[in-house]
């Protein structure tokens, strides 16, 4: 009862300990806004495979799914701390908190409110809720010991080590087109795609992959470039960098009703209204 009553005063009982750790993973936080319709080293934003008809799978999971640190099930109950290195999923979640918030960083590190472009190295970085811990989007080649767990795939995980496995590349969504969008800023909220730098692998979010993770059932990521028929990424490999939304009642631009499209919006101010009262059937 002593050592019960000792560990309760200074926090090390488990349940303590794994409240800690969840309350980290799960605090809200706030994502950049962008001012100028692109994204800059240094903010912070959500990475989002955004929702499509998923027609080679019966059964997968379906919405705008965001990249989030998933902490081993066991380790994650018996510490306060992230482990090293952690694993990844994509979760339907469209809230910023600790587990999915990325920092976006220039290859160098010096390069703070810099435009991104398309085809330059940055890498992705995430806190997790902690302000002492940094951990690097990183991947690797695949080995017999090391893959995804349940494609065996290329491996997609965080590590506190900053080396040439966390660079990535902004590429643009039309192969035609690709070249010409070199060095051309990255849109924030818009699709693109990301290559790892040191494999040529695109991230890819497999929904027909199921997790049973930490916090309930998500889907695996790994790193792989899905290609159709025409050579073009499927929307496996398709991102958005999600920022922070200026208005207040919404807390990222995913919330954000889109426009209807100008030419639509022209046909209905020049289509005539009818006249109440009027019989349809009426020559």
């Known amino acids: 009862m002593k050592d019960f009553l000792e560990k309760r005063d200074k926090g090390q009982l488990l349940i303590q300990r794994n409240r800690r750790l969840k309350e980290?993973?799960?605090?809200?936080?706030?994502?950049?806004i962008t001012e100028d319709g692109y994204?800059?080293?240094?903010?912070?934003?959500?990475?989002?495979?955004?929702?499509?008809?998923?027609?080679?799978?019966?059964?997968?999971?379906?919405g705008d799914l965001s990249l989030c640190m998933t902490p081993d099930e066991i380790k994650a109950h018996l510490s306060d701390d992230l482990e090293v290195p952690c694993g990844l999923s994509a979760a339907p979640t469209k809230i910023p908190v600790g587990r999915n918030t990325f920092i976006i960083l220039s290859a160098d590190r010096n390069a703070m409110g810099q435009v991104l472009r398309y085809g330059q190295n940055f890498c992705l970085a995430i806190r997790g809720g902690f302000e002492d811990r940094m951990l690097y989007l990183s991947?690797?080649?695949?080995?017999?010991?090391?893959?995804?767990?349940?494609?065996w795939l290329q491996e997609v995980y965080l590590t506190d080590e900053a080396s040439y496995l966390n660079c990535w590349q902004a590429a643009f969504l039309d192969p035609q087109l690709r070249l010409e969008y070199e060095g051309f800023p990255v849109p924030a909220n818009a699709k693109v795609l990301l290559s790892h730098c040191h494999t040529n692998r695109g991230l890819a979010a497999h929904r027909h992959l199921f997790l049973s993770t930490y916090f309930g059932k998500e889907v695996e990521v790994a790193a792989h470039t899905h290609l159709d028929s025409h050579r073009a990424e499927k929307p496996r490999?398709?991102?958005?960098?999600?920022?922070?939304?200026?208005?207040?009642?919404?807390?990222?631009?995913?919330?954000?009703p889109k426009l209807p499209a100008e030419d639509t919006r022209a046909l209905e101010r020049d289509t005539p209204a009818p006249e109440q009262g009027a019989d349809p059937g009426a020559q």
Do not use: I
């Not at 994204?39 to 499509?52: A, E, I, R, S, T």
């Open 237 to 256: 490999n398709h991102w958005m960098l999600v920022t922070g939304n200026p208005r207040k009642d919404s807390s990222t631009m995913l919330d954000v």
């Open 24 to 32: 980290n993973l799960l605090r809200p936080m706030q994502l950049s």
């Open 139 to 151: 991947s690797d080649h695949r080995t017999l010991l090391k893959s995804s767990k349940r494609s």
């Open 39 to 62: 994204v800059h080293c240094g903010d912070k934003v959500m990475l989002v495979n955004p929702d499509y008809p998923e027609t080679e799978a019966d059964l997968f999971l379906g």
